[in-house]
């Protein structure tokens, strides 16, 4: 049974989501009534329901975006227009473009050494040049050769190092998440957090409030406030119609001194631990970093602090200048951001990069795969290459309907040669790609639309780390010992499966 408190959570989502639904409804009736009464205005709305139909078609972006719209405004173009100008465009101030768009307007090249890298990195032969390329171009952020990285296969592992690094905190520590909830873990980091504010320690911590809004109360931030920790709701989730609150902060980073990072699917909640198992086993992974490659990190986390509002941060207070070196391999931390705030799908965009690059094997781990042509036809390619391709999805779903839409797309690939493994009894949450034991990739970023188009991601790319070879013996280990490879009929969608998958596939691209 339900807590009341949780409940209570619950109540203020439902309450603020039937508020949004109210004024959109509210709108497009007064439109309809003022066209049924003026019959120039209906001809009005008629003529702008074409115009902004060819507008979306004339967009630079793949059909799959724009299905949904161009069939939504030719059904019903008022509430077409409605919607699309409520939910459909993504907007910033010019201010908040600015600040948001700082940390990639630096060029750090001639600071980070990044010609010499590049050519380091050619010179052997590296695989992962061409990424790395890409992500400079697309993101300019560098890449480092004078970092260390740690995999950490499970939440736990994960919960463990960051307390530990907690502990040694002399400066500062930044914590930001999507959910955070009250529980044994979240109480575990605010312990830790309290220790060493009373040490002269600055905390500053942001969580996304869509994300965590059935998790914690709406003054929680006040509360750790009160504890000395700045503390910063990403995005307050107010009740008016507004495309922002499509446009979540899905990122997870820690940084301490500068000196450390962490980023992780994981979140701070019980789940993300085993404490609490809604869906089976949870399964999570994360990288630990330190050394220079942290800079990326702590830039991200600035960005997305300063998007708020309030005191802003200035990245020369918290860059660390005396790093340890290390050589192991090349690190890349970026993020991406919702369009037109990154006129590139950056996730996505190395993804298929590291996909159509494989010759060997593809390994993945995924919650959910729902993304357009441009995945499915590399994974098929990477196949018919010769590529011994492998995807780990859950066996137990969080989200029924996206899991019937996720099963349908695994079984078409299945049918191109691609192996899909099940998280036996479980829930598995990690985002994994590694490619021919040379090339990784860790971070936020779901096989999805909402990670691709529409949210705040990050990740770090890993290029001849030696935590490369954890991460493939972790792969090995889930294969042999962890997952069941799911078969044709286990994958086959169920009689009242098919009109969901069949809606779900239309409006995936929105969600």
């Known amino acids: 049974m339900k807590s009341k408190k949780t ?83 993504v907007k910033l101030s010019k201010k908040q473009m600015k600040k948001f768009r700082r940390i990639y307007d630096e060029k750090h090249d001639d600071y980070y050494r990044q010609s010499d890298i590049l050519r380091e990195m050619e010179s052997k032969g590296s695989f992962g040049t061409g990424s790395v390329k890409y992500l400079k171009n ?42 955070i909830e009250e529980g044994q873990m979240l109480d575990a980091v605010l312990k830790a957090l309290e220790e060493k504010i009373s040490q002269g320690v600055k905390v500053y911590f942001m969580y996304d409030d ?43 980073i820690a940084v301490i001194d500068g000196k ?29 970093i330190q050394g220079q490659a942290v800079d990326n990190l702590v830039r991200l986390f600035i960005q997305m602090y300063n998007l708020t509002g309030g005191e ?8 660390c200048l005396e790093q340890q070196d290390f050589s192991d391999g090349y690190v890349l931390p970026f993020g991406d951001s919702p369009s037109p705030i990154d006129k590139d799908r950056i996730a996505e965009g190395v993804y298929l990069d590291v996909i159509s690059r494989a010759q060997k094997y593809l390994y993945i781990t995924t919650p959910y795969l729902v993304v357009d042509t441009n995945i499915l036809d590399a994974l098929k390619n990477a196949v018919k290459r010769g590529v011994d391709v492998r995807i780990i999805i859950p066996q137990i779903p969080d989200k029924t309907a996206v899991y019937s839409l996720t099963k349908s797309e695994c079984k078409n690939l299945r049918k191109e040669g691609v192996k899909f493994y099940a998280y036996k ?28 188009v529409h949210h705040f991601e990050c990740a770090t790319l890993l290029c001849n780390t030696s935590s490369i070879n954890d991460i493939y013996a972790d792969f090995l280990y889930l294969f042999d010992k962890e997952t069941i490879e799911f078969t044709e009929r286990e994958l086959a969608l169920k009689w009242y499966e098919q009109p969901i998958k069949a809606i779900i596939n239309i409006i995936a691209p929105l969600m």
Not at 222 to 251: M, Q, T, W, Y
Not at 262 to 281: H, L, Q, W
Not at 312 to 319: A, H, R
């Open 7 to 89: 409940l209570l959570f619950a109540s203020r989502f439902v309450i603020i989501f039937l508020a949004i639904i109210l004024q959109v409804a509210t709108i497009w009736f007064l439109f309809a009534m003022i066209g049924i009464r003026y019959v120039w205005v209906d001809v009005l709305f008629k003529v702008a329901g074409a115009v902004l139909f060819f507008s979306i078609i004339n967009k630079s972006k793949p059909a799959v975006y724009k299905l949904p719209w161009v069939i939504l405004i030719l059904l019903a173009p008022l509430m077409g227009i409605v919607i699309y100008y409520t939910f459909g465009n």
């Open 138 to 179: 697309t993101t300019s952020l560098p890449v480092f050769n004078n970092s260390k990285t740690t995999y950490l296969p499970s939440g736990e592992n994960f919960l463990e190092n960051l307390l530990e690094e907690i502990s040694k905190a002399e400066k500062y520590v930044f914590l930001e998440y999507f959910i």
């Open 210 to 252: 869509v994300g965590s809004i059935a998790k914690v109360s709406g003054s929680f931030d006040k509360k750790l406030r009160e504890k000395g920790i700045n503390a910063r709701k990403f995005f307050k989730f107010v009740p008016i119609a507004s495309v922002i609150h499509n446009n979540r902060d899905h990122r997870k």
């Open 260 to 288: 450390v990072g962490f980023m992780s699917g994981a979140n701070i909640a019980d789940e993300y631990i085993n404490v609490k198992k809604p869906f089976g086993r949870w399964l999570d992974n994360a990288v630990k």
């Open 312 to 319: 802003t941060l200035k990245e020369e207070d918290f860059i």
């Open 425 to 452: 009894g479980g829930f598995i949450h990690s985002k994994t790609l590694l490619a021919d034991g040379e090339i990784a990739i860790i971070g936020t970023a779901n096989f999805d639309f909402r990670s691709f």
